[in-house]
């Protein structure tokens, strides 16, 4: 039997139970507990979404003409007809979004703060999308920004997206050419940029990148720059002008939105890019705003007066996730620096300051937390925290024990997966269904999700590909510069024709539960038995000597004998020599005999993408022979240096 970790609190008055309520006085739906609803919801996909449109008060200037046009996938066309903007969602005025009330508490790592109310953020965003239209921006045209999670970019992008203007971003720690490959393709119009940044007690001038895109991208009309390191801050004139920050917000302008079709591209997102350019991923404003709505007022339980925080950059989904706490009247509580500086104490002392209430992380950052056996809730006053976000990886069951533990039993768990490809989590938790050890808690409403065989066959109980077998509201309007819809099709139908596949492990329990077992392209097949990866670095990395890892299984069909070799990044003043011996024996009785390495090998750092995650398939290919620059772009990676002895290794052979 599954240990429970966390139950709903019955006295709790949630958004999800005022659904259901709804539907029952409204719709006539009798649907007792979130079994009933999600199988409804992923059954009559034109009632769930249209209720969902109604319960939460989208604002359609132009009514669709349908809720479901056609549910093929690729291809479903949703609210057809249908015109209405992101930026007006977000604000409008409303409850929780009074001129006073609050909409973003910003800190950065060095002590910087700021606070902005919903009216000063109305003004704020009237001005730039004033500015923005002077200097040509027009509904379709790109505006992107190498900017850090502050006020001022959030600012930006609403007054982009209140104009019908498309927008992307990318984090200013991004190399130049990491950068210019995801800008340049889009063509955009005008780039937003920061003059530096602070990171980890360090400041970093990133005019020099700024210069390399301006030069480099032959179309951009002007370049607007942001003082974040320094007041005095500029850059040359040429080849096009350059616009103070102060200068563009403080147009005057009436503060108006666009009304733009359902599918009228909001932002552009990127694949990671590890194996060529990065692929743009264009979701639509209809889209978002429907499925936000949906996962943070019924998921996370989100509305006026909670703060709502998730650590994150601009390069990672998980930010637009984020700022879309001010379509349901949540304050979002923004950090820019990194998570571990002074010490992995600063969050817990951000949640603590800014009574946080729903607390967004990694597992990787509270993998770190237990390792270092932090006890935060000792140390800081968490009273106001209700919930807490995992995502980016699998949470081991061990990090779900620390959080229960150290973080509170009252506090919910919310271990979720999704990706970039839709901007939102599809497995994830519900504010009334329990919290299992080690697992996601449900299914979301309206994700068909389920775990197929290689033939196209659904199982419970056995893990099994991660497929959706029904369209979804956010899935891609399509990708940049793919006129056919070819490349869209490549990354997600050609397995199961007219089924998504995401490229996860997934099993999905008898009781709606699920569990993520790592990337479905990275398996270890040892002797015919396959096992995730996550599996694999729960038991390495629980030793508190092992600081990161990275499992490759070398076989397959051109080397049915190859290896099973483990990379190890070891904690200062271990060696190999001691820990070998604990992990072939930790391996061998927590997994298989078939899933102990053949060989461990000490490294410096992991290959990591920009975005942290580890790099198990690019260097899968180079270790199989594939030329590195085949294999990997070294431009999307965070440490391209730590490449080095994997090419090293090739070339022993």
């Not at 599954?2 to 259901?20: K, M, N, Q, S």
């Not at 060095?110 to 509904?139: M, Y």
């Not at 937390?369 to 800081?380: D, G, I, M, T």
């Not at 506090?411 to 519900?430: E, H, M, P, W």
Request: proline residues 7%.
């Amino acid at each position: 039997m599954t240990e429970v970790l966390w139950r709903p609190d019955p006295g709790r008055d949630t958004r999800i139970a005022a659904f259901r309520d709804w539907l029952r006085a409204e719709r006539g739906l009798d649907l007792p507990d979130y079994d009933a609803l999600w199988t409804w919801s992923t059954e009559d996909l034109p009632a769930f979404w249209d209720a969902v449109a109604e319960f939460l008060g989208v604002i359609f200037h132009e009514r669709p003409r349908a809720v479901l046009g056609s549910d093929a996938m690729p291809g479903a066309a949703w609210f057809p007809g249908a015109t209405l903007n992101y930026a007006e969602h977000a604000l409008r005025p409303g409850p929780g979004k009074d001129d006073g009330d609050l909409a973003v508490l910003f800190h950065r790592e060095d002590g910087l703060a700021e606070t902005v109310t919903f009216g000063g953020l109305r003004r704020q965003v009237a001005g730039a999308r004033a500015g923005l239209a002077a200097l040509g921006v027009r509904r379709g045209d790109r505006v992107v920004a190498l900017a850090p999670n502050t006020p001022r970019t959030l600012v930006a992008f609403l007054a982009a997206a209140s104009l019908g203007a498309v927008w992307s971003s990318c984090s200013p720690d991004f190399g130049a050419r990491a950068i210019g490959d995801r800008f340049t393709q889009i063509e955009p119009t005008v780039l937003i940029a920061v003059d530096g940044y602070v990171y980890n007690g360090r400041s970093f001038d990133v005019r020099s990148t700024v210069e390399q895109l301006r030069a480099g991208i032959p179309s951009l009309k002007a370049t607007v720059l942001i003082p974040y390191l320094s007041e005095e801050a500029t850059l040359p004139d040429g080849p096009h002008p350059v616009v103070p920050w102060s200068e563009l917000v403080g147009h005057e302008g009436a503060l108006e939105f666009a009304a733009v079709p359902f599918d009228h591209p909001l932002w552009v997102l990127y694949s990671s890019g590890t194996t060529g350019l990065p692929k743009g991923i264009v979701q639509g404003h209809g889209g978002i705003v429907l499925e936000h709505l949906k996962m943070l007022a019924l998921h996370c339980d989100l509305g006026p007066g909670e703060r709502f925080f998730w650590f994150t950059t601009t390069g990672w989904m998980m930010w637009n996730f984020l700022i879309s706490g001010l379509l349901v009247g949540t304050t979002i509580v923004l950090y820019d620096g990194s998570p571990a500086y002074p010490d992995l104490g600063v969050l817990w002392r951000l949640a603590e300051w800014h009574r946080i209430t729903y607390f967004g992380t990694s597992a990787p950052f509270i993998q770190s937390c237990l390792k270092q056996h932090l006890r935060p809730a000792q140390s800081h006053d968490l009273s106001a925290l209700r919930a807490l976000g995992s995502t980016g990886a699998p949470l081991t069951p061990e990090g779900f024990r620390w959080i229960a533990d150290e973080i509170g039993r009252n506090v919910q768990i919310c271990s979720v997966s999704g990706g970039t490809d839709l901007c939102t989590a599809f497995v994830g938790s519900a504010p009334d269904v329990p919290v299992w050890l080690g697992e996601l808690s449900c299914r979301c409403l309206g994700a068909a999700v389920a775990a197929f065989t290689e033939d196209g066959q659904p199982v419970t109980d056995t893990v099994g590909e991660l497929v959706i077998t029904r369209p979804m509201p956010s899935m891609p309007v399509f990708f940049w510069n793919d006129p056919d819809g070819t490349r869209l099709r490549e990354a997600y139908f050609e397995t199961y024709p007219g089924v998504w596949r995401h490229g996860d492990w997934i099993q999905l329990t008898a009781r709606g539960s699920a569990i993520i077992y790592g990337r479905s392209d990275s398996t270890l097949n040892r002797g015919g038995v396959r096992m995730g990866t996550s599996e694999f670095y729960r038991v390495v990395e629980g030793f508190d000597e092992v600081a990161d890892s990275l499992v490759i299984d070398t076989s397959g069909a051109a080397a049915p004998d190859g290896e099973l070799l483990c990379f190890v990044v070891l904690t200062p003043g271990t060696d190999l020599s001691t820990m070998e011996p604990r992990l072939r024996r930790e391996l061998r009785g927590a997994l298989s005999p078939r899933h102990v390495p053949d060989r461990f090998l000490v490294v410096a750092e992991i290959p990591r993408t920009l975005n942290g995650k580890k790099c198990e398939v690019p260097v899968k290919k180079i270790l199989a022979g594939t030329p590195p620059d085949r294999a990997v772009s070294r431009d999307a990676l965070a440490n391209p240096d730590s490449l080095r002895p994997f090419l090293e290794l090739v070339k022993q052979r």
